[in-house]
């Protein structure tokens, strides 16, 4: 790929998968069919994030207020979560994907939790792509999790709090070793965050788009990474200070 073609890709690409449930309601079934066809798009785009060069890709596929949800399609998703550990995970490795869950994994029962550990460990040399499963997660745990990391180097004498800054503070989010957020993605409709990756979307460009997750293929996602080429992110400064760094 060349270099100015390369620099309009994003490297780091989240998505909230939203619309499995409407997607199965417009074709009379359960919405837990709807979460089920919603792994082909998950494959669809993991596909599409390594042909595009995208580095970084972090997926919304549970969030801490999604366990309000009624108790069989919680139960349902817990199903799926465990079949696609233990189907997809190998396919995963062979292609060079290293994976890794976030967010408040001691909600999860213990067999659960364990195959999470043993995909992250064997999957843990590869480079091709990082994929980041957001489950149980929600944009304002990261920042309380954060801060309680803060205030207990404090406590222990590590810190002081007058050091306490964004880059500090930063330092404990999810995902800070990785490249920063540059496109945020939510299908099905809904303009909005939904408490997701909060400090992390600071400066990410958002796109919404009213296709349902289960239909989001490798064209929607080029057609979210063009889109995103074309817009000038300026980080605060003006579009001459830019032409005049370039």
Same mark, same amino acid.
């Given at each position: 790929m060349?270099?100015?073609?390369?620099?309009?890709?994003?490297?780091?690409?989240? !998505?909230?998968?939203?619309?499995?449930?409407?997607w199965?309601?417009?074709?009379?079934?359960?919405?837990?069919?709807?979460?089920?066809a919603?792994?082909?798009?998950?494959r #669809?785009?993991?596909?599409?994030?390594?042909?595009?060069?995208?580095?970084? &890709?972090? &997926?919304?596929?549970?969030?801490?207020?999604n366990?309000?949800?009624?108790?069989? #399609?919680?139960?349902?998703?817990?199903?799926?979560?465990?079949?696609a550990?233990?189907?997809e995970v190998?396919?995963?490795h062979?292609h060079?994907v290293?994976?890794?869950?976030i967010?408040?994994?001691?909600?999860?029962d213990?067999?659960?939790?364990?195959?999470?550990?043993a995909?992250?460990?064997?999957?843990?040399?590869n480079?091709?792509?990082?994929?980041?499963?957001?489950?149980?997660?929600?944009?304002?745990?990261?920042? +309380? *999790?954060?801060?309680?990391?803060?205030?207990t180097?404090?406590?222990?004498?590590?810190? +002081?709090?007058?050091? !306490?800054?964004?880059?500090? $503070?930063?330092?404990?989010?999810?995902?800070?070793? &990785?490249?920063? &957020?540059?496109?945020?993605?939510?299908?099905?409709?809904?303009?909005?965050?939904?408490?997701?990756?909060?400090?992390?979307?600071?400066?990410?460009?958002?796109?919404?788009?009213?296709?349902?997750?289960?239909d989001?293929? *490798?064209?929607? $996602?080029?057609?979210?990474?063009?889109?995103?080429?074309?817009?000038?992110?300026?980080?605060?400064?003006?579009?001459?200070? $830019?032409?005049?760094?370039?």
């Amino acid at each position: 790929m060349p270099a100015a073609t390369a620099a309009r890709v994003p490297r780091h690409v989240a !998505i909230v998968m939203d619309g499995n449930g409407r997607w199965a309601r417009a074709r009379h079934r359960p919405r837990s069919f709807g979460h089920n066809a919603g792994r082909k798009a998950v494959r #669809e785009v993991i596909e599409a994030c390594m042909r595009e060069g995208v580095q970084v &890709l972090t &997926l919304f596929a549970f969030s801490s207020e999604n366990w309000q949800r009624p108790q069989d #399609e919680v139960n349902a998703l817990m199903g799926l979560f465990l079949r696609a550990l233990d189907k997809e995970v190998e396919e995963l490795h062979g292609h060079g994907v290293r994976l890794r869950f976030i967010g408040d994994l001691a909600a999860f029962d213990e067999p659960l939790r364990q195959r999470m550990q043993a995909a992250m460990a064997h999957t843990a040399g590869n480079q091709a792509l990082q994929l980041n499963i957001a489950v149980s997660y929600g944009g304002r745990w990261d920042i +309380a *999790q954060a801060s309680r990391r803060a205030a207990t180097a404090v406590a222990e004498g590590e810190l +002081a709090v007058g050091e !306490i800054d964004e880059t500090r $503070l930063g330092q404990w989010m999810s995902l800070a070793e &990785l490249p920063p &957020l540059d496109l945020f993605i939510r299908t099905g409709g809904e303009r909005r965050i939904s408490n997701f990756l909060l400090w992390q979307v600071a400066y990410a460009e958002l796109y919404f788009t009213d296709t349902l997750w289960p239909d989001f293929d *490798q064209a929607c $996602l080029r057609e979210a990474i063009a889109d995103y080429a074309s817009r000038e992110r300026r980080y605060g400064r003006t579009s001459a200070q $830019l032409a005049t760094a370039s």
